[in-house]
């Protein structure tokens, strides 16, 4: 933030952002929304209570869960092969 700049909000798809009306050269920012605007907006494919439902339905689900099985597993070689990069 910068002291005494004025701010301009906008609202686009579900996202809230914020820009200084006297400095173009500044982008704008995410500064609050819907969770899952938000989320998309920022580049994240869920926001948490969507992953959450994701999670809920794949025990109703096998193909889902099959998946995300798969998911997780790869998930977790790319984590351990990378910490063991970087150790």
Not at 27 to 44: F, K, Y
Not at 76 to 87: A, C, F, M, P, R
């Amino acid at each position: 933030m910068i002291p005494g700049e004025a701010l301009i909000y906008e609202r686009a798809d579900g996202v809230v952002y914020a820009r200084y009306r006297d400095i173009p050269d500044v982008p704008r920012w995410v500064v609050g929304g819907d969770p899952g605007a938000v989320a998309r907006a920022q580049g994240e494919l869920l926001d948490y209570s969507e992953w959450k439902q994701l999670c809920e339905m794949s025990q109703q689900n096998p193909t889902l869960k099959k998946q995300l099985d798969k998911l997780v597993t790869i998930y977790y070689i790319i984590k351990d092969e990378q910490t063991n990069t970087s150790s």
